[in-house]
């Protein structure tokens, strides 16, 4: 069964970090690249970027750069979101999603992340 | 950025009636290289990550009822329902792939009259 498993919900303080997994089964991990998608409360979708699953190599949507860190463990087909100093507006689902030749077609379960002071 | 625009907000029909979605993008999403729109649309229950239910603009994901379809070339796009069932009642969102960033629509929330 094709399936992207996600690490559970987190619950952090402002500037701490968190990094959410996101675990592929079912197919060839090399074969698609992963994207992550964040979703605030009551929000829509917001794209936040991909990593090569061939090469590791990530790319950042602009709102993206610098305290997010995608990342890769292929010996366990796993890809990884790291979060740095964390703020309140950071609150959200952040979902991982494969990307076939045409749209996202295999979607994480999404891991909630809650900022609070 | 290409930027999504769906309308309306939200909708409510009636079980068993037709409805639809509209999904206008800033830019052509057709490649003219492969004649194919770079257009998705999502179906997303409360508490579930969004479900691919069409890619190229038409094509529906295997498993979609065919009540759901597809139309629209270039920057104007619809999702159908033929016949509204309460299991539909969801937020939808189209989805631009042909550059990145890749973007969404603000979503369309469906509900039952």
């Known amino acids: 069964q094709v399936q992207l498993v996600q690490s559970g919900s987190e619950l952090k303080k402002p500037g701490a970090s968190v990094k959410v997994s996101c675990k592929a089964s079912g197919y060839t991990f090399s074969d698609y690249i992963l994207n992550w998608v964040r979703q605030a409360p009551g929000q829509g979708l917001e794209w936040m970027g991909w990593?090569?699953?061939?090469?590791?190599?990530?790319t950042y949507a602009q709102d993206f750069t610098g305290r997010f860190v995608f990342s890769l463990d292929t010996s366990v087909s796993t890809s990884y979101l790291h979060i740095n100093s964390l703020k309140v507006e950071d609150t959200a689902v952040y979902y991982c999603?494969?990307?076939?030749?045409?749209?996202?077609?295999?979607w994480g379960q999404g891991t909630m992340v809650t900022v609070y002071s | 950025d290409i930027v999504m625009t769906q309308s309306p907000d939200s909708l409510a029909v009636s079980l068993g009636e037709r409805a639809s979605i509209s999904c206008k993008s800033s830019q052509s999403l057709l490649y003219n290289s492969n004649n194919k729109n770079y257009l998705a649309w999502y179906q997303q229950k409360p508490g579930q990550p969004p479900k691919l239910l069409i890619y190229w603009a038409s094509t529906r994901e295997s498993g979609v009822p065919d009540r759901f379809s597809g139309s629209g070339s270039g920057t104007d796009f619809t999702l159908s329902f033929s016949s509204l069932q309460a299991e539909d009642v969801a937020v939808y969102y189209c989805?631009?792939?042909?550059?990145?960033?890749?973007?969404f629509g603000q979503g369309t929330k469906l509900e039952i009259k």
């Open positions: 990593i090569n699953t061939k090469t590791a190599n990530p």
């Open positions: 989805q631009q792939y042909l550059s990145k960033p890749s973007t």
């Open positions: 999603a494969r990307e076939k030749r045409g749209g996202f077609d295999i």
